[in-house]
């Protein structure tokens, strides 16, 4: 156990300080502090001595300096079971801090802000506070560093229950955070400094992935492969809050947020049933229990073990209908409380309180080597930019089919077939390696009559025969990028078939 004494404090974000400071003082910890974290503890009644008293020198040029210097830095990294270091401090009168508390210039904060200047971003780079850190890290066995006011509270009930010392484990689990920490700073300032001089490129020139790990899961796909969780931020199906159900899996969380992507799409009262990513059930209605029951009369064979999103909280008429059939897990924005009286006869059933919208994260895929990354596909159709160039127009119910059908076939595995009627899929074939394939597919899988509903696909028919093969079972309309060289093929093939059709220019493969 290493006994604190002597506690170096050096705050930007000061919450909780005077109270962690309080504690430490009542525990005989002498404290050393700048600026104004000083001036905070003083004006708390707490005795402080100015790191100026320390070191001799004033803080000078506008803070840049304070805590740089050799009696600081010795007093943090002497080992203490080094006899050559203890001599050290002795023979030049240097004090050892056995606790560095500090946190770090809001960096992050300041380079979200929009137009903040080269001259602003550099001024907010710390340099005294990394400095301090990592050397107390370094010293771990002998000096316990603090970063985050979130273990205030653990550390002086454990100083408090030993005497003023603290743990071995518990001093090499700050310094692993700690480490983390000032990895994650220089990440910060690395990739924002990199847009200085490429303001219009999207993506970073180096790609630093550090999430923190917030779940291990019992395996990942299939039960030979390790996985775990990685989250930050509040939003999110990684962030969610589970309210009741078993675990959750690999394979839960992936479909789950496909779920829950799809979901954004729309403004009134929405429902998505997905299995192995793909939708086997989505509709947009003026209710959300009518959404559900309209997304589940698509494919109840299918919804069966599936998991659901909704873009509303969940209300006893919804959760009525879904207690009606086997479900793995649903993610909602929230539960009525009747709803949760329904749904917790489920015992096994996964609840997910999920906040925030469309994810705006870069996505990221591993390849051999390497990784790919591509930024988030969120672009809306924009029904000015299309095209008709069918002899017949579509209709406006057609087109809010089509546009209903636009938005499902955007997050259906490529190639994608989706055949839609306004607000409800009716059945989608995804994954063929041909796109008349999976064309023949969704009018397969069709539960519902396709007579009078409409076809959407995520990118162009190469040639006429989909077209013609979706035509066979009555659809009116069909939306698509064009872009293909057989696009004149394509539109004759459905001027001869008495088609409406719409070409966006925009592609959405989603492999």
């Not at 990942?220 to 199906?237: C, F, S, T």
Request: glycine share 8%; aromatic share 6%.
């Amino acid at each position: 156990m290493a006994k604190i004494e002597r506690a170096l404090i050096s705050l930007t974000d000061k919450s909780g300080a005077v109270e962690f400071a309080r504690g430490l003082a009542a525990l005989g910890v002498e404290l050393v502090s700048t600026g104004g974290t000083a001036k905070l503890l003083r004006d708390a009644g707490l005795g402080v001595k100015d790191v100026s008293e320390v070191t001799g020198f004033p803080e000078m040029l506008d803070g840049r300096v304070k805590t740089i210097h050799p009696r600081v830095a010795a007093g943090i990294l002497a080992v203490r079971g080094k006899a050559e270091h203890m001599a050290a401090l002795e023979t030049h009168g240097l004090p050892r801090f056995d606790m560095v508390v500090v946190n770090l210039y809001a960096f992050e904060k300041v380079a979200a802000e929009p137009g903040a200047t080269l001259e602003r971003l550099i001024e907010n780079i710390d340099i005294g506070g990394p400095t301090m850190i990592r050397a107390a890290a370094k010293n771990y066995q002998d000096v316990a560093v603090v970063v985050s006011p979130a273990d205030y509270p653990a550390l002086l009930a454990e100083l408090q229950a030993n005497g003023g010392s603290l743990g071995r484990e518990t001093h090499w689990r700050l310094a692993r955070a700690a480490f983390a920490l000032t990895a994650a700073y220089d990440s910060a300032i690395t990739e924002r400094l990199a847009m200085v001089d490429a303001p219009t490129e999207t993506l970073p020139q180096t790609l630093n992935v550090r999430v923190p790990r917030t779940m291990s899961l019992r395996y990942g796909e299939n039960p030979h492969q390790a996985a775990a969780l990685y989250a930050r931020g509040e939003e999110g199906i990684a962030n969610a809050r589970q309210l009741q159900g078993k675990d959750l899996s690999y394979n839960n969380l992936v479909d789950l947020d496909a779920a829950w992507q799809l979901i954004q799409e729309f403004a009134d009262p929405a429902s998505a049933i997905i299995k192995h990513t793909n939708p086997c059930g989505c509709a947009e209605q003026p209710t959300l229990a009518e959404s559900y029951r309209k997304a589940f009369e698509a494919d109840p064979v299918s919804a069966f073990g599936g998991v659901l999103a909704f873009n509303r909280s969940v209300d006893a008429e919804t959760a009525a209908e879904i207690a009606k059939t086997f479900i793995e897990a649903i993610a909602a924005p929230g539960y009525s409380t009747e709803a949760l009286a329904v749904l917790s006869a489920k015992k096994n059933l996964r609840l997910l309180e999920v906040k925030g919208g469309a994810s705006q994260e870069p996505v990221v895929k591993s390849i051999g080597g390497g990784m790919l990354v591509q930024t988030a596909d969120l672009k809306p159709l924009d029904r000015a930019a299309c095209k008709a160039p069918t002899d017949r127009q579509p209709t406006e119910a057609e087109w809010r089919a089509l546009a209903f059908g636009w938005k499902v076939v955007k997050h259906v595995k490529s190639n994608a077939i989706v055949y839609a009627r306004e607000g409800q899929l009716i059945a989608s074939g995804a994954g063929q390696m041909s796109r008349v394939d999976s064309v023949r597919f969704g009018a397969a899988k069709a539960v519902l009559p396709l007579q009078g509903a409409v076809v959407a696909s995520d990118a162009f028919f190469p040639f006429p025969d989909g077209v013609e093969q979706a035509a066979q079972h009555g659809i009116t309309a069909v939306i698509q990028p064009g872009g293909s060289v057989k696009d004149a093929d394509v539109v004759a093939a459905a001027n001869r078939l008495g088609l409406a059709m719409v070409l966006t220019g925009v592609r959405h493969f989603r492999h």
